[in-house]
């Protein structure tokens, strides 16, 4: 029997070998707008308790004078390695944040690619008693699609790791 987990994990890469399929026929941008809807609609199905925080919204309380959040990278060293946003630090797992000593009540914003990695290891920590912690909706993807920042060796770069040639038509091509 199919976990519902793997189910969601099927149906979303299904979703992305459909927006792969249709890529013959021209511009991918309408596409890809659909697939965002659908990658985002699933996630937040799939972890309705994780608290989301929109890539327009994460950039404007970087700009402010408020204290910035915590923020976390869930995805693989070699994908960190290629890019990540500004200040971010690698922990992709529950015991990597807690073997860093964050404490519970901290501002934390996770992401990963498109925001699914991301999205468990946030409900992980909130199960772990960490109370504001929320998922960068569309993540470093949506991120980049929309000119923000990225840094490798703390220089800027517009690299992003596609994690692999489906998922990677979600990336918006640089103009």
């Known amino acids: 029997m199919v976990s519902q987990g793997a189910k969601s994990g099927i149906r979303l890469r299904s979703r992305a070998a459909t927006l792969k399929e249709w890529s013959v026929f021209g511009s991918l941008t309408p596409l890809r707008h659909f697939a965002w809807t659908v990658v985002k609609r699933l996630i937040r199905q799939k972890f ?81 008693g960490y109370t504001h912690v929320m998922n960068l909706e569309g993540s470093i993807f949506e991120w980049h699609n929309q000119g923000q920042p990225l840094v490798v060796d703390g220089k800027p770069t517009q690299a992003v790791h596609p994690y692999n040639r489906t998922w990677g038509l979600l990336l918006a091509s640089p103009e």
């Open 48 to 128: 309705p308790t994780v608290e989301r925080i929109s890539t327009a919204e994460l950039a404007s309380w970087l700009a402010s004078d408020l204290p910035p959040p915590l923020l976390i990278d869930a995805r693989q060293a070699e994908e960190y390695a290629v890019s990540h946003l500004p200040g971010a630090h690698h922990w992709p797992t529950l015991a990597a944040v807690q073997q860093a000593a964050v404490s519970a009540d901290a501002a934390i914003v996770v992401y990963c690619s498109v925001g699914y990695r991301s999205a468990r290891l946030a409900q992980q920590l909130q199960a772990a």
